[in-house]
């Protein structure tokens, strides 16, 4: 039987319209770079386009249609996979990264968004996932999190504190010394200011300005400010800076880092101030304090050494101590070797200054050891004044053992004298005015009367003789014999007397007074053969303990002063030595009896005082417009002072009462 051709069925419009967008839909999803796919509600697969069969490694959807797909993902993700599409057939969307592994082998990261696909009767009838490849992502936001982890790590464990700001200042990173430091966390403090809650009100402007110069790109190599911390307590951080700058230069963050330098800063306060202390010490050492090494190269000293070399700080740091004992070089160098072999050394030696003076002091020197390394430590005490007071000593005793010899010999001389004047006054009476013995016997007379003036100025220089003393106005005797004085030295020489303002009663022998005047007017006049000036000059004057003892006065207390200078042409050192000793004169044989002085000195002496010399010419005479330090340099320069009475003291005060 032949068979009936089959009749053709027409399609409607709408069938084939709706065809032709099945197909353009397939083939968009076929076309479409990343994985779109449709699962039923328990997970397994309905549609898969030729992206997301190319990623899990399948030729054809007839090879994996209806597999659960939770089979292919890695077991730690699945659990989040089943959940996910449990929640889109509730109507919750959702996104899931995970890890997948192909029919292959092949493993893959991939990152699903998954959206429920309804009907026309707005039922879930499957899930619509679109997923991508992600492993490439992956992998460097692996590396980026390995780097962060590795970069905390690092900050975490250095001892420092750093931190990073965005450009508003706002913390972004804060490292654990960062939390040690100030006690929050980095939750605590993430997303804040620092100068909101960090740092003192009285430090925010200043912390402000500065974080506005780094974001402009000014750094300061070092800025020191205060933290609050937690706590309330307060740490000092020095901080240094750096920056991270974007793509196009500009600065995108700053990365302070700090250390806590609070113990460090109160170490350091506490050393300056031992050391400030121990300079104090050092500096207010009577003497010069030094520290040398083994080869004399000075590492400290104190003010005085400066003081008294009259070298700079930088010079002493560059100068051997040897270099300033010239004369005593060899002496010096031997005892710092016993310093250093035994322990300990003295010595006498003189220190050269830099201006070329000499000085002596008495050097002691100690060993010490310091990391095994040998110092001297050393003390020097300027023995000038006791080296004066010895040769005044010596001169006082030596003075005082002539005056007992001359005394002696002159109380004796006298005893002698006297029988021969009264024997040959005898012998002179029984004569007759013819006989030719008398013109011998007159002269043996006149010899013994000027042996016997001698004698009385013996007596006056050992201070045996008898005194008169009684109140006097020191102005008023140099008033007296003013006359005779001038008459006394000459015409050639000029004589101008300048006295005090006030009368200046003093308990003394006004003979005695005159004849010192008289004596040491004649000693001028014969330093002075061709003229020139002699001055004459009285004042009030007071010396302390230490005057005294220089001026060798018994106490201090107020005194007398008499200054005479002339502008004759002085005298060396030795002759200065012995102006004052019996019968010692420069002049020649016959023209001196080397007494005058002698008897200056013993009656001054017997009246309490002091008499001295120093060599200054007139003409370097300081004005009569006295400055407060006038007394002390004329004190210095010649003349010779008594104790006032203190009854006469008491008269002058009186008197002017009643002058007012």
Not at 138 to 167: I, Q, W, Y
Not at 551 to 560: E, F, M, N, Q, S
Request: proline residues 3%.
């Amino acid at each position: 039987m032949q068979k009936k051709p089959e009749q053709s069925v027409e399609r409607s419009p709408l069938d084939i319209e709706l065809s032709e967008s099945r197909k353009f839909l397939q083939t968009i999803i076929d076309t479409e770079p990343e994985c779109v796919k449709l699962l039923n509600a328990d997970g397994g697969l309905i549609m898969m386009n030729r992206a997301g069969l190319d990623m899990i490694q399948v030729a054809s959807l007839d090879q994996v249609k209806g597999t659960l797909m939770r089979s292919l993902i890695s077991p730690e993700y699945r659990r989040a996979f089943v959940k996910m599409t449990d929640d889109v057939f509730q109507g919750k969307p959702g996104t899931l990264t995970f890890e997948m592994t192909g029919v292959m082998g092949r493993r893959l990261w991939l990152e699903t968004h998954a959206v429920p696909l309804r009907n026309d009767k707005d039922e879930i009838i499957a899930l619509l996932g679109i997923t991508r490849d992600v492993t490439e992502r992956k992998k460097s936001e692996d590396a980026l999190k390995k780097e962060r982890d590795f970069t905390a790590a690092v900050l975490n464990t250095v001892g420092a504190m750093v931190l990073v700001l965005d450009r508003r200042g706002k913390i972004i990173r804060f490292n654990r010394t960062c939390e040690t430091v100030c006690g929050y966390s980095f939750e605590e403090v993430r997303d804040r200011h620092v100068w909101d809650f960090l740092i003192p009100p009285e430090e925010v402007e200043g912390v402000k300005k500065v974080f506005s110069n780094l974001t402009a790109g000014m750094f300061p190599n070092k800025y020191e400010n205060y933290w609050v911390a937690k706590d309330g307590t307060r740490k000092l951080i020095s901080w240094s800076n750096t920056a991270l700058l974007d793509a196009g230069g500009a600065i995108e963050y700053v990365i302070p880092t700090g250390i806590d330098i609070t113990e460090h800063r109160k170490a350091e306060n506490a050393l300056k101030q031992e050391k400030k202390f121990s300079d104090t010490i050092i500096d207010s050492l009577p003497g010069m304090f030094y520290i040398c090494d083994q080869e004399g190269r000075l590492i400290r000293w104190n003010n005085n050494e400066k003081a008294v070399t009259g070298y700079s700080v930088e010079e002493l740091s560059r100068i051997n101590v040897l270099e300033l004992f010239r004369e005593d070089r060899a002496l010096i160098a031997n005892k710092m070797q016993e310093v250093l072999d035994k322990g300990r050394a003295s010595a006498e030696a003189r220190i050269v200054t830099k201006s070329g003076t000499h000085m002596p002091f008495l050097m002691t020197g100690f060993r010490m050891v310091l990391q095994e390394k040998k110092y001297i430590v050393g003390v020097a005490i300027d023995i000038s004044a006791r080296k004066k007071l010895e040769e005044q000593l010596r001169q006082s005793q030596k003075m005082e053992s002539i005056g007992t010899l001359a005394g002696g010999i002159a109380h004796d001389f006298n005893n002698i004298l006297t029988a021969i004047i009264g024997y040959g006054s005898l012998l002179q009476l029984k004569m007759q005015s013819d006989d030719p013995l008398k013109h011998n016997v007159e002269q043996i007379l006149a010899s013994a009367n000027r042996a016997a003036s001698l004698t009385q100025d013996l007596l006056a220089y050992s201070r045996k003789q008898l005194l008169n003393p009684r109140s006097i106005d020191v102005n008023e005797i140099i008033r007296k014999v003013e006359q005779l004085l001038a008459r006394l030295i000459g015409e050639d020489v000029e004589m101008k007397t300048m006295l005090a303002d006030k009368q200046l009663f003093v308990l003394a022998d006004p003979g005695q007074i005159e004849q010192v005047l008289m004596n040491l007017a004649a000693n001028a006049r014969d330093a002075m053969p061709d003229g020139g000036k002699l001055y004459i000059e009285t004042e009030l004057t007071e010396m302390d303990e230490e005057a005294a003892r220089t001026h060798d006065v018994r106490k201090p207390g107020l005194y007398a002063l008499i200054a005479m200078t002339d502008s004759g042409m002085g005298m060396d050192e030795k002759t200065r030595e012995r102006i004052f000793e019996p019968f010692f004169t420069t002049k020649e044989v016959g023209k001196g009896t080397g007494l005058g002085l002698a008897m200056v000195y013993g009656i001054i002496k017997q009246h309490e005082g002091s008499v001295m010399y120093t060599a200054r010419r007139a003409e370097e005479r300081p004005s009569r417009s006295i400055c407060p330090s006038y007394r002390r340099r004329r004190r210095r320069r010649a003349g010779w002072s008594f104790p006032r009475s203190r009854g006469a003291r008491r008269r002058c005060s009186l008197r002017k009462t009643m002058r007012r």
